[in-house]
Every structure is written in structure tokens, then in C-alpha cells.
């Protein structure tokens, strides 16, 4: 008779795994988690002060950067890059993470490796302020490979009714603020991938006193402690996350019709991991800026009295700023100036 264990599903391996991985996660808990550890679900309490809470949700993935932390064996950081994935989004809008919980498949459990993912995952939680309130981990043999990974994971926060950062504040005038990302983050690792194929991970890269596979897999900055921080000084009009799309493509999403924004590309440094990438890959620079971050991970669109004291507030969170470009009336799109 074929068991479930003959099939490729290890229980008393989950079993093992979730005792392992119990430390970390409860380690990210405080007297505000409704639950234990190991049971069906655990929540957590709505901070005090919110006369109309509402709950606001988001979920990501680390997309194929996986491929890359599979293929060099480091998976220290990616469990940084899920979590910030998902609190920037709620950042956006003003909310407040409250808690997080993750979703990992693999073709079959790896000790080491599924107890790192999830330490990792539990360290981005401790950033953010925020207990990671559970997990799953599922085996797919027969359909994963044996050794392949996908990740995903949800957050949950927290905004007063009516006090939603919209964009609908946002008007001709406004400066963009640029936070500092110096790294890829964790989007466009599917150009990444091709423009790298055959490339040996160990080898250093150009202009770097690290390897390939350390700096491409460099863990993402979470941006939401310093980002709720502005919005809470005052001053911020709206926000975006820059992730898949580039400037281009998230910069537009809080501006409202009949509003536009330039960025000047010269107003900050472009970090080399992106030069090295243009250059190996032959990428135009509008491509480039399509693509990836480019060295700015996070704009916040302020008031410009507002200016000078909220990069001040972002400094205290430990990120470089820019003033990166300006909002004005006319279509609703964001233009890039680029060095020729």
C-alpha cells in the first residue's frame, strides 16, 4: 500500500519544521497577539485612538529573485524583501501594519533553507513593528522540483476612516520626494536573470568588492516606519512604491486627473548595480527606468514648506532623500529627464 511519505509529503518533517521555526516567530509577538503559536489562525489588536478603524490588506511575492537565491544557496535576506513588499504598500495609503503572515511552497522541505526563509521573514516583521501571526508551508512533489521555492506573503494594517492617503490632495506644485533604495530590491529579476545567464554567481562584480549573487540578492529596504513617520509630521499630499514599473508606472498612481510630474534623473546618485546592468545588457535608458527602481525605492509628494523638515524626519529613519522632481497641471503622467 503507497503512503502519503511515499508520495513526496514529509509530515513528521513538517512537523520538525514548525517546532524549528517557533522561536523566530514568536520572538516578533507582543502582549497584543490573540493566538498561539501552532494553532488555525492568531490575530492581533487594533491600537487605541481609532475612532473609525479601517483594515487595509496587501499581498506580494519576491518574484524570481528566488531563482537567483536558489541558485547561490542565499537565503538570508528574501524573507526582508516579502515583508516589505507588502507594509510599503500599506504605507501608501497611511495605514499602520499590524501583523503579517506568509505563504511558502516548496517541492520538498530543506531544513536549513525553510529555516532561514522564515528567520529572515520573522527579522523584516521585527523592521516593520509588526509579529508575523502565522504561516504555511506546503510540499508539492511531483509538481516543484525538488529544491524550488515561491513565496508569498499578506499584511494587514490599519488607517483612520476618512484620513487615507488618496492622492486627492496632491496638486500643481508639490515637490517629489525621492527615498534612497541602493539596491535592486526585489523587481525585474526576470531582465536580471537574462542579462546574467551564465554568469558564475561566485564571480565579483563589476565595480563591487562583493560577488554577484551578494549583490544581486542585497535584501530590500522597508520604507514604512520612515514613511508613516513623514505622514504623521505632516505635509505629505501622496505616495508610491516603486517597484515593478519603475518610476513611470507607480509615481502616476497617486496623482489625480489633470496632474502630471517631472523627474530630474540627475538629482540623485544612480547606485552602479543599475549602470552595470544597462551596460552588460545593452538596455536603453527609458527601458531601464521601465524596469527597475533605479536607485528610488519610495516618493513621498509633499508640500514644499513641508520639504526640508520631512527629509529631515526620513534622515532619522536612516534614508537618504532627494528632491527628486515637481508636480504640474497637465496629463496625468510622469515624465523622466535622463542624461543623454
Known sequence: MTSYREAGVDLAGADRHVERIGPAVVSTWTDRVVG?????????????GYVRPVIMMS???VGTKLELARASGRWSGIGHDLVAMCVDDLAVVGARPLGFVDYRAVGSLVPNRDAAIVASIADGCSVAGIPLLGGETAEHPGVMEADAVDLAGAAA???ERGRELTGRDVEPGNLVLGLESPNLRSNGFSLVRKVFSGVDLADRFPGEEA???EVLLRPSVLYA???LGAIEHGGVTGAAHITGGGLPGNLVRPLPEGVGAAVDSSA??????FSVIAAQGGIASESMFETFNMGIGFCLIVDPAAAEDLQAVVQGHGHRSWV???VFAGDRRVGIRTSP
Do not use: K
Not at 540623485?268 to 548595480?273: F, G, L, S
Open 36 to 48: 498561539g503559536f501552532g494553532g488555525f489562525a492568531a490575530g492581533v489588536e487594533i491600537p487605541s
Open 59 to 61: 499581498t506580494d511575492g
Open 157 to 159: 494594517g490599519v488607517v
Open 211 to 213: 560577488t554577484h549573487a
Open 225 to 227: 516606519p520612515a514613511v
Open 268 to 273: 540623485w546618485p544612480v547606485p552602479n548595480v
Open 324 to 326: 527628486i522632481g515637481e
